[in-house]
């Protein structure tokens, strides 16, 4: 017997994730990249984005970013842990730590980094980031180089200071 519950649940992330994939089909229409993001809440969308990378000239304009910005924005607070963010692509490392700095309550992703990488021929210059994050720092491509500086931890004091007088 099919659990109608469960099939509700299921038809309610597909008819979102089909609302970002068809805002990343368009979104490659207009000169964009083929992601798309919304976050909701309560059943509305209180924040969308899709990728304006090479638009805008700028690395950071990933969908789930510029989603998460504008569902911050809606709710005047980085507190998003009653929202779900829906991607059409898997989260890259960077909107997967915006994702984590708003503490969303759920994500949920269309299609998957693998089976891009296996069904078509799009290159994802993140790739080779996603293994690259488990070496040792300086064996990373992009060395990671921690210098000792004597006053490092001043802007953390002052912000604890600031945040014990809320």
Known sequence: MPN???EV???IHEQWLSQTIEMAVENVKNGGGPFAAIVVRDGKIIGKGT???HVLHDPSAHAELLAIRQACETLQSIDLSDCVLYASGEP???CLGAAYWSTVGHIYYACGKQEVSEQTDFQNPL???????KLPGDQ???PFVQV???NALAPFYEWQKT???K
């Open 51 to 53: 990728n304006q990378v």
């Open 92 to 94: 890259c490392p960077m």
């Open 9 to 11: 649940f299921t038809s």
């Open 127 to 133: 790739d080779r980031y996603f293994t690259d994050q």
């Open 148 to 150: 000792t500086c004597k």
């Open 163 to 165: 945040t014990e007088q």
């Open 140 to 142: 990373r491509l992009v």
């Open 4 to 6: 109608i519950r469960q």
